[in-house]
């Protein structure tokens, strides 16, 4: 079951439900993620920069070249590309994998190289460079117009490891209260540390009394560069004519403030956010309370899929909070379900290559104790 | 008018009419470029690493980033793009820009990289190593088959200076008398420079008196990245279902040995080259004879488009010889003139494009005396 949060209009959910959409996933890298504690979404704090390559060749091929080992835990919690995987597959939806700036590239997928860069600390108070955010907004848009042109609806995940922070970070720099606000891969989200990382970017960069109206100026100085190549390719999308769903958590909210003050309030009509049950619900962070006050007449759709009755428990740890979202997953599961597949056949598809693509080759390399 | 030569089939000659095609233009780089006076592609032997760049940028943009000027020579001798472009805005088809592996890349469109590498001097006799054209080919594979789900149709060009030379060693290493048989971009082909080239890249390569059958190895001793990208991307995207148009000259022989010794011979009802008259007509060069030895059952479309009525100097020069082929131009004019746009049309847009994004410009920089 989908729900529907906010003005999502009964045209918008046709046409989802009825076009094969075209999947965009971005990818990026700040090294806000070396900071120790920030994200787990990676084995160490160096090993953050894998993530996302890692994730979009997962997601593609069905293993990773970049990392020896299959994407998941230890103890067996896998990436959500999982489950993204499992929804390309039911609805055979074409991926683009985009990479916005990010230290570790993909091997084995092609990507889209939007000629950005990695995004620096956000403690510096310059994560890129102004003509680099520039220069991602004019390739995603011009991305975003291509692929318009392909698909009558783009969805568009992310994966960009500590990107929760710098989407915090960018919304208070643009005035808005999005303290303590955002999610986290962790049932125990890192909230006060997450909150003096970004004190201390905004200080540095001069923006912790005086927020801008300049979005170029957020991001470039406490951003990633992950935010301005999703609302680049969303606006050269709807500009061009398709319907876009923004596919994740917290961080598209970020995406709706910097698309906001670039390009006017979006149309509920023609964009939206497709999220899952988990961020909604997650009582440490307000993605609802966060939006409505970006963005009054927001979009939101959100997945009730649950993976509490799966009889894998790396599966049923997303029902205590690990995980969430991430590589459009969200968004992905609110297509596959308006779509018709029923919750059973999604649970018995993520299952199946869960066990044979994360789980036995993890045991044969003698990783994964139990599952 | 649009001559066909060999076997194209009436249903291809449909579907090329009536659908929308997308245009995927294949940039990379060789070292065999510097020799000086193998290539006019670029006004000096180290500039010609950034036509491709510059030529993908003109197409999308109508400019160029790369390079300070307009991408013609002094004299006002345009680069093919200008007609590629032409087309693409006459029929709005969609490009996608994508990177086999080049010493510049470009900076102000988006392109998809297939994380190979730029080609050496041929005349080392390992021009890329096995396990990079292995990548190459997998990563187009896998673009082939996204993006025939966005488009029944791709229209695929390439732009690699000293393309042709690459091109005749790597036939002749499969086997195939290439010699002198392949064009250029010059009216005075040098015939025998290119051959005493091809002749010590195979001697290096220990494949001049024993052709390979492996299109890996002829491509990683001899060719380039361009060849081993297009042909996977054509194998692809047929694989899935759509049809394809190699969209250049006797680069596009190479690339259909390449895809004969790897897929088997292509079906000539899905698969076909569209060049220009100025390739098929060129006495120093043999492209009917070379494509029927390498496929008997040969699919060959030739614009008939010429610019000899043109009120500028600059283009009527393509009747004299130069240029003549590259950034699919023949085959983009090959799909506008079976879409029905008149010859006149065509000039117009053309004409208009050279004074407006070529000509005033470079005017502008003091760089075009007449034209």
Not at 116 to 123: C, M, S, V
Not at 198 to 221: C, M, N, Q, Y
């Amino acid at each position: 079951m989908v729900k529907r949060l906010g003005k999502v209009t009964s045209e918008y959910i046709r046409e989802l439900s009825e076009s094969i959409p075209l999947f965009v996933l971005v990818l990026g890298t700040t090294d806000t993620s070396l900071i120790p504690g920030i994200t787990v979404a990676g084995a160490s704090p160096e090993l953050t920069h894998y993530t996302p390559a890692a994730d979009a060749e997962y997601l593609v091929n069905g293993k990773c070249d970049v990392i020896p080992v299959p994407p998941m835990t230890p103890d067996g919690k896998p990436t959500p590309a999982l489950i993204s995987r499992a929804c390309v597959k039911m609805l055979d939806i074409p991926v683009i994998t985009v990479v916005s700036g990010a230290r570790v590239k993909p091997r084995a997928v092609p990507y889209v190289d939007l000629c950005g860069e990695p995004g620096r600390d956000i403690r510096t108070g310059q994560a890129l460079s102004r003509d680099v955010v520039k220069r991602i907004i004019a390739n995603s848009e011009k991305l975003g117009r291509e692929l318009a042109r392909l698909s009558r609806f783009l969805v568009i995940g992310e994966s960009i490891p500590a990107g929760t922070t710098t989407a915090m970070s960018t919304m208070v720099a643009l005035g808005y209260n999005a303290w303590g606000r955002v999610s986290s891969a962790s049932p125990s989200n890192p909230v006060e540390l997450k909150k003096s990382v970004v004190r201390e970017a905004l200080r540095r960069a001069d923006l912790l009394e005086r927020p801008t109206g300049d979005a170029i100026e957020a991001v470039s100085r406490v951003g990633d560069p992950v935010i301005p190549a999703v609302a680049g390719v969303a606006a050269g999308a709807l500009r061009s004519g398709s319907r876009v769903l923004l596919a994740g958590g917290t961080q598209m909210c970020a995406v709706v403030a910097v698309f906001k003050h670039m390009y006017g309030e979006p149309d509920p009509d023609r964009l939206a956010i497709g999220t899952t049950r988990w961020i909604v619900e997650d009582k440490s962070a307000d993605m609802v309370g966060l939006l409505s006050e970006i963005w009054p007449n927001f979009a939101l759709l959100s997945s009730e899929f649950n993976l509490g009755e799966s009889r894998f428990e790396g599966l049923r740890a997303y029902e205590q909070g690990f995980v969430k979202e991430g590589v459009g997953m969200g968004g992905l599961l609110c297509v596959t379900e308006l779509r018709g597949v029923p919750r059973s056949v999604i649970l018995e598809t993520v299952e199946k290559l869960y066990e044979k693509e994360l789980l036995e080759p993890s045991k044969a390399l003698g990783l994964t104790s139990s599952a």
